[in-house]
């Protein structure tokens, strides 16, 4: 299920940084994303996707209205619309944000833009004090918009690749944040992106996690960032990972399950990462090397958080014991296997179950 995808270099934004003493906050949040599998080349791509201005490859387009319908359109607002800010003290609607991973390392060969081959949707509720997350498939078909004549269709993962080599406002995350709320038919408030340098440089900074592997992994043709391969393996049972492994776990795909595992395998790094950033005196320690960790990450993570809605949700997730954080995945058991006429395979959202899923882990999210 690994296809091209464009990787042509554009003309990157500057995103506005967070405040020094914020940032390992921030990474925190950051860094539940685990990151996807490698891009390839530009002159691959453009042949396998073409250009967004009408000659994109002939696909049928899915139409997620009924899914959209079947929750609460009225709070799916206008890209134009300014989301509300909130200030800690006052914040009583729960906040949800979209955590995407893209496939940039330091040295890589690859120059960009980027697929986000991991995209994690987190809600936080300041009330109850729950939390909830739900992996998306990056095979997953949907309705990208804005373009050709509205809408194509093509995999989620290539909306933030499409924003930012196309020039959509806001660039990549916008996009892909749009894409995401209109296939998932709930509001996205934020997002975070992060790539594969921040993801490794925080499981090393908090001393690595701790994970029991269910099962044997062997993986001959792990991708590596020079676009070749090497061999990956490790056994079942109990490992500390550092952050050059935790990766390499969160991102195989070589299990009877491919991404279905792998969005599990994911989700468990993030709960290891928080049990490791919850232990007694860790957030202290991080905020005391505030000054280095700023210049760490401040190329390797974007957001649209302000920096005081940073202080306040990490003031909130504090509270959130772990036994309240609900998670999901959007596995086969919601989606259908299809081929497309180019030989593209994809996962065919399946509206009513995604719909009742939705529901049943984000409410209506008013």
Same mark, same amino acid.
């Given at each position: ?28 949040? =950051? ?61 009583? +609607? ?19 833009? %980027? ?14 004090? &729950? ?15 804005? %373009? *050709? ?13 499409? *924003?930012? =080599?196309?020039?959509?406002? *806001? ?68 490992? &500390?990972?550092?952050?050059?492994? $935790?990766?390499? %776990?969160?991102?195989?795909? +070589? ?34 090397? =505030? ?37 999901? =995945?959007?596995?086969?058991? +919601?989606? $259908? ?30």
């Amino acid at each position: 299920m690994h296809n091209s995808a464009p990787a042509g270099a554009v003309r990157r934004k500057k995103s506005a940084l967070l405040p020094r003493w914020l940032v390992v906050a921030m990474a925190s949040v =950051a860094v539940l994303a685990s990151a996807g599998a490698a891009t390839f080349a530009y002159s691959t791509a453009r042949r396998m996707y073409g250009r967004l201005d009408g000659s994109a490859p002939e696909a049928p387009v899915v139409d997620l209205s009924p899914l959209t319908s079947a929750l609460n359109p009225a709070n799916l607002a206008p890209a134009s619309t300014p989301v509300p800010r909130f200030q800690c003290g006052t914040l009583t +609607r729960t906040v949800t944000v979209l955590v995407m991973g893209i496939d940039q390392r330091r040295n890589a060969a690859e120059q960009g833009p %980027y697929r986000t081959d991991t995209m994690i949707v987190f809600s936080l509720d300041p009330l109850t004090k &729950h939390a909830a997350m739900l992996s998306i498939p990056r095979d997953l078909w949907v309705t990208i918009p804005d %373009y *050709g004549a509205g809408r194509v269709s093509n995999r989620i993962n290539t909306a933030n690749m499409f *924003g930012d =080599a196309y020039g959509y406002p *806001g660039g990549g995350p916008a996009l892909a944040t749009k894409t995401a709320q209109l296939a998932l038919g709930i509001p996205i408030d934020h997002y975070v992106r992060l790539n594969f340098t921040a993801f490794e440089d925080f499981i090393d900074l908090i001393g690595g996690i701790d994970v029991v592997v269910p099962e044997d992994i062997y993986d001959p043709k792990y991708p590596t960032e020079d676009g070749n391969v090497e061999l990956y393996q490790i056994s079942a049972g109990q490992h &500390h990972l550092d952050g050059v492994q $935790a990766l390499k %776990y969160a991102r195989t795909r +070589r299990t009877v399950g491919s991404d279905f595992d792998r969005a599990d395998r994911q989700q468990q790094v993030i709960y290891a990462v928080r049990d490791k950033v919850m232990e007694p005196n860790r957030l202290p320690q991080l905020l005391a090397r =505030a000054p280095e960790l700023a210049e760490m990450f401040a190329d390797s993570v974007q957001t649209d958080f302000t920096a005081n809605e940073v202080a306040c949700l990490a003031q909130i997730a504090q509270d959130v014991p772990r036994g309240s954080i609900r998670n999901a =995945a959007i596995d086969e058991e +919601r989606t $259908a296997a299809w081929i497309t006429p180019e030989g593209w395979e994809v996962l065919v959202p399946q509206r009513d179950k995604i719909a009742e899923l939705m529901l049943s882990l984000f409410g209506t999210l008013q």
